[in-house]
């Protein structure tokens, strides 16, 4: 009973900036981690970077330094700060809750488009 909503999408130059939110309601209180993946056209769902409860942080090898994951407990959400675009980058972005439960359970946001046009 996770429900979850991304914004901030939207097409930038290569080099350019794009910060995406993610608003969680529900029962926030049993999240464990949250991430955010995306999905190119024709390409498999990829993890591009994941925030747990105590702070963990972890992102895919190709966003390392370039993009940053954080949180803001009041507001129930989540950021994905991301810096110096590709085009690689584009991709459907899509938010992401886990409850570890057993079995976890995932949810997940409907997607924002990031398209970076070079």
């Known amino acids: 009973q996770v429900h979850l909503v991304e914004s901030g999408g939207g097409l930038v130059q290569a080099g350019g900036s794009l910060r995406l939110s993610c608003g969680a309601s529900?029962?926030?209180?049993?999240?464990?981690?949250m991430g955010w993946y995306r999905q190119a056209p024709g390409k498999q769902r990829e993890l591009v970077a994941r925030i747990t409860r105590s702070n963990s942080t972890d992102y895919a090898d190709s966003v390392k330094g370039r993009f940053a994951i954080s949180r803001d407990n009041t507001k129930n959400t989540v950021y994905l700060q991301m810096n110096s675009l590709k085009p690689e980058d584009t991709a459907v972005y899509y938010c992401?809750?886990?409850?570890?439960?057993?079995?976890?359970?995932?949810?997940w946001g409907q997607g924002t488009q990031v398209t970076v046009s070079s």
């Open positions: 529900g029962s926030i209180s049993s999240i464990n981690a």
């Open positions: 992401n809750a886990v409850i570890a439960w057993t079995p976890p359970i995932n949810y």
